[in-house]
């Protein structure tokens, strides 16, 4: 059977790199000649891993004929952070700098800057732009940011939780927003026995959201979402003091609604296993969006949660 992936066309600009290697490719790829253009881009953080990469793969197996739209697909967006499992890449050392923060770059700047610069001309030339993210090497996240004029789009990725998204500046969402383009950002999925249980949720989304804004025309129009829950301000849990991590609340808590005075997990210290801290649920509803969901040793301050009240 012919897929969509079959007919994707490859391309690759030459990005500046390291003494090594004097470029790096940025890969991505098209298909479709007509109608509305969706970019899907995945791998801006490196320590995000490969899902999002991964269920866009998976969509692209679904029949090219239900391609009736303009496809574009970005599975790496950040090679070298992705190379080493890093947020940012390690080449703009000793001053990292977030991908998601510079567009729409800089054709003469940094490593990273550059890379927004090119970019930036294949989020403009978009119609849509689904911006995949995730909780990555060392969390799980379960919600969708919501842009004005694009809430039946945040609707349709079919997350747990939907918060409204503020503007980051130099963010590749805030760059396609000013330019009058659709956008969507997905925080879905992490790396836990459940991996593939949110990458297949995050593909039956970008089914939903590329049937519903033109890009395919499947046989069997997909099911509405389940509604996703709608949260407030986002309330970031973090370590008190360095020790040993120990979840109370396991993986299959992320996504849900647990009642407030839960315990969700300790901090034990290093040397004598002692409590150090207790993280328990602090809204009365207390939704459950991103989450370390395995023991391990965190340095104090390091993110352990973040957590929103139901509005």
């Known amino acids: 059977m012919d897929t969509i992936y079959g007919a994707l066309e490859w ?23 007509a109608g509305p253009r969706a970019t899907l881009v995945a791998g801006t953080h490196g320590d995000e891993g490969p899902w999002s990469a991964l269920a866009i ?6 029949p090219a004929n239900d391609l009736v739209g303009r496809l574009r697909v970005i599975f ?28 729409p770059g800089n054709q003469e700047g940094s490593h990273t800057e550059r890379l927004a610069a090119a970019l930036a001309p294949l ?16 969390c799980i996240n379960a919600f969708v940011k919501r842009f004005a004029g694009s ?3 945040a609707a349709d990725l079919g ?43 995050n593909v039956a989304g970008l089914k939903r959201a590329l049937h519903n804004c033109g890009v395919l025309a499947l046989d069997t129009p997909p099911a509405p979402a389940d509604t996703a829950v709608d ?22 808590a992320v996504g849900t609604i647990v009642p407030g005075g839960a315990e969700m997990g300790k901090i034990l210290d290093l040397h004598t296993l002692a409590e150090l801290q ?28 973040v957590v929103a009240a139901p509005v």
């Open 57 to 62: 793969k998976m969509l692209c197996l679904l």
């Open 151 to 153: 809430e039946q789009l």
């Open 123 to 138: 989020i403009a030339d978009s119609d849509v732009v689904i911006d995949l993210h995730g909780g990555g090497t060392w």
């Open 159 to 201: 997350a747990p939780f939907i918060r409204e998204a503020p503007d980051k500046r130099g963010g590749l969402t805030t760059y396609a927003r000013s330019l009058g383009i659709k956008v969507v950002n997905v925080e879905v999925g992490g790396r836990s026995s459940r991996e593939m249980y949110w990458t297949e949720r």
């Open 11 to 33: 391309r690759a600009l030459r990005i500046t790199g390291h003494a090594a290697a004097q470029h790096i490719p940025l890969k991505y790829s098209e298909a479709g000649t």
């Open 76 to 103: 790496t967006a950040n090679a070298l952070a992705a190379e080493v499992e890093r947020r940012n890449s390690w080449i703009d050392s000793p001053n990292a700098i977030d991908l998601d923060g510079v567009f």
């Open 278 to 305: 207790i993280f328990t649920a602090p809204f009365a509803r207390t939704a459950m969006m991103l989450m370390r969901p395995q023991i391990c040793t965190v340095e104090g301050s390091a993110l352990v949660y």
């Open 231 to 252: 949260v407030g301000p986002t309330t970031p849990l973090r370590a008190k003091v360095g020790g040993i991590f120990v979840p109370t609340l396991r993986e299959d």
